[in-house]
Nanobody, 116 residues
Framework: QVQLVESGGGLVQPGGSLRLSCVASGFTFRRYPMSWYRQAPGKERELVATTSRSGGDTNYADSVKGRFTISRDNDKNTVYLQMNSLTPEDTALYSC?????????WGQGTQVTVSS
């Protein structure tokens, strides 16, 4: 079955960096675009970044452009989210997502807290 397992979250000070990872299994990873979403308490889930199957095309929410970078390693079935210049507004549960044969799959998420 499809599994997405995120890691790399934690507590970081404003201006700091974190690198999130999502390891995928149960499907042919290289065939599907992958995305990162986030959801802060009391807010709707937000699409943060998307990468194409090859990783050659990426898209970002305006709120993270220039600070976050999505990438993937198809040999390792892993998608990454490098987050720099973090602010308290980036505090959220970050989850990776895959749409496979018209179904949405999510990981359990990894918490990112930006606070001094």
């Amino acid at each position: 079955q499809v599994q997405l397992v995120e890691s790399g979250g934690g507590l970081v000070q404003p201006g700091g960096s974190l690198r999130l990872s999502c390891v995928a299994s149960g499907f042919t990873f290289r065939r599907y675009p992958m995305s990162w979403y986030r959801q802060a308490p009391g807010k709707e889930r937000e699409l943060v970044a998307t990468t194409s199957r090859s990783g050659g095309d990426t898209n970002y929410a305006d709120s993270v452009k220039g600070r976050f970078t999505i990438s993937r390693d198809n040999d390792k079935n892993t998608v990454y989210l490098q987050m720099n210049s973090l602010t308290p507004e980036d505090t959220a549960l970050y989850s990776c997502h895959a749409a496979i044969q018209y179904r949405d799959y999510w990981g359990q998420g990894t918490q990112v807290t930006v606070s001094s």
